[in-house]
């Protein structure tokens, strides 16, 4: 039962993340640096500590008691994550929106599941799931397969997505919504997406940074609750601290973009429907956060290791798909193109399953 509230509290978060950006698609009159850090302040600054504050008694003060190399190292992976998904639009600029995002998902994948696995197998700590004790167990091997039939599917979703920008004529978007100029350029885009790629899977190494401040949650929860399991919403603390440094970096760029585009007007132009658009954007931000919310929920069931992760980033990009086809973004394409996103999302689906199972076995 525990690993099947994992897998539907993951499956929520991945829906809140593959659909927060419909209410951006609803304002009018605003350009995207304007919308967008507006629904980031919600993301980032207002939800964070309010579903902290709902959740964690005293949350503040685990923050504030805890050591400042470790807010540091937090603060300092949502910063890098950030810059991780500012870059993602250069990366499908250069190498077009299917291969670049197939690229840059399937590294944020690997190493957001791997790299703490394999770190942990030389820094031990209790209950971490190393590399070493997945390769040599029948569940991590399961788990470790699933994330391999993953990164299939990401390739085959990214295949039909070139078939289709062959078909259609449409408007090239980087994941965000913002309109592109595509200029391919491999050697670049693959740097670029590279980056890209590694520096998005800092969220997780951030969630691993400050650790500790769950612990305590944990703990205290557990000293208050005996006998009823993990605490579902320990990593709301982190959240506050980790996004900080996300926010950071998306309000620079946003200034920076409303500066060049003389677009900081959007915020009070009343030739717009204003207040619709606050609403959506916050909306927009609320909705984003959410996944967050539940990937911890998620995590407190199966365990703070790579199957989260996988899970968490297999959700994603399998409602972002579906969400395609029901908006009809594929209509117009042929008989095998619509064969191939089928066969990607039925392949993310078998690893679900894969990673799901392994973790029955453990």
């Not at 709902?54 to 910063?79: A, H, K, N, W, Y």
């Not at 994948?109 to 942990?120: C, S």
Request: hydrophobic share 50%.
């Amino acid at each position: 039962m525990q690993v099947v509230l994992g897998i539907l509290f993951h499956f929520i978060g991945g829906f809140a993340s593959g659909s927060f950006y419909i209410p951006y698609k609803k304002i009018k009159g605003w350009h995207w640096e304007s919308y967008w850090i507006i629904g980031g302040l919600f993301s980032w600054l207002i939800v964070p500590p309010l579903a902290a504050w709902l959740t964690i008694p005293g949350f503040s003060d685990i923050i504030r008691g805890e050591q400042s190399s470790v807010l540091g190292m937090t603060f300092l992976f949502g910063l890098l994550w950030g810059i991780g998904g500012l870059t993602y639009g250069l990366g499908v600029r250069y190498l077009g929106v299917s291969l670049g995002s197939s690229i840059i998902l399937g590294l944020c994948m690997v190493f957001g599941a791997l790299i703490p696995a394999i770190y942990y197998d030389f820094s031990p700590v209790a209950g971490k799931d190393t590399m070493s004790m997945m390769a040599g167990s029948t569940w991590g091997r399961t788990v470790l397969a699933g994330l391999l039939v993953c990164v299939v599917g990401i390739i085959i979703c990214g295949k039909a997505g070139m078939m289709k920008e062959k078909q259609l004529s449409t408007e090239a978007k980087d994941p965000h919504g913002m309109d592109l100029k595509t200029e391919y350029k491999f050697g670049l885009g693959m740097l670029v997406s590279i980056i890209s790629g590694v520096l998005s899977a800092c969220f997780n190494f951030g969630l691993e940074a400050g650790q500790s401040m769950a612990t305590v949650a944990n703990d205290a929860w557990k000293l208050a609750n005996p006998g009823e399991g993990e605490f579902l919403y320990r990593n709301n603390v982190i959240y506050v601290v980790l996004l900080w440094g996300g926010l950071t970096t998306n309000f620079i760029w946003c200034m920076i973009l409303n500066a060049r585009n003389k677009t900081f007007g959007d915020y009070g132009n009343r030739k717009t429907p204003l207040l619709s658009n606050y609403v959506f954007a916050a909306l927009a931000g609320t909705t984003w956060f959410l996944q967050f919310f539940f990937y911890g929920m998620g995590e407190s069931k199966l365990g703070n290791g790579p199957s989260s992760w996988i899970l968490h980033m297999a959700f994603i990009i399998l409602v972002a798909n579906l969400w395609g086809l029901a908006l009809k973004e594929w209509k117009g394409v042929n008989r095998a193109t619509t064969a191939t996103i089928i066969a990607g999302i039925v392949t993310i689906l078998v690893s679900v399953l894969l990673v799901g199972y392994g973790n029955s076995l453990k």
